[in-house]
DNA sequence: TTTAATATTCTACAAATGTAGAATTAATTT
DNA sequence: AAATTAATTCTACATTTGTAGAATATTAAA
């Protein structure tokens, strides 16, 4: 299962905050905030899909995620490289790094993570 | 604009054979393979989203993509890098670096790769 | 306690998506 | 030419998504 789009930006949110009501959600959101509404409905609709439960906290809800990050992000990047890179990450990795606009300082640091990743082999 | 994901498969189909018709996507597909019909309706929407294009061959279309592979995912990383990762690269770099399971021979590439992108800049 | 404010749920609806049968057109074989 | 086959377009329809007003329930303030 799979959030949209939409429920995508929200989980960001959450993932953020840790916790909170539709309305801090709103918060986080920049210009033009969404209705409330369409908030609860999201919410909701993540709930289903068991990506997100609450807690009751007086009057309001308080959100949490259920997966984290990294699980779902992980789950994502693997769909994605499936989809294009015919399952090949070391193709996903070499097309990312010549693609994206990582500064040298940037690519430094990402070549001392994988010097340490190689360690751990 | 964005292919949904039907459309992204037969892009990616497209981008690997260069060129092809509705029926030579389908062979390109797994079973259960969808209907020709189904090819039909997505080939045509991707060209009003300006994906692709055709020359008349005989008494069939033959496909091909308006835009490269490359292109198409550079922007499509950049909007998840964004999304999810609020837009910081080597955020994500080093997420990927540690998420995939990369080998050691795979990361040593990768080092390469990186190594001559940063004798680039 | 009446009223006002707030939170949550219901209902709605247009647009996008996945999927494909029916109809039509064009080419090929009898 | 008539019948068959193959390609393309039309039409259709169930789901999913984005979005939010209306209705309802709950709580706080007057």
Redesign the interface.
Known sequence: MKLSKAE??VM?HLWHLKKATAKELIEAYEDPKPAITTIATLLKRMQDKKFVDYLQKGRSREYFPLVK??EY??K???G??K??FNDS??Q?????????????K??????A???S??KK?
Chains 1, 2 share one sequence.
Request: avoid cysteine; charged fraction near 25%.
């Open positions: 995508e930006e960001n990050k990294q992000f992980s994502h990047v693997n994605l490289i989809n294009f990450a070391s996903f990795a070499s097309f990312f790094t010549q693609e994206t606009n990582l500064s040298k940037e690519l430094q640091e990402l070549k993570i994988i010097d990743e190689i082999k």
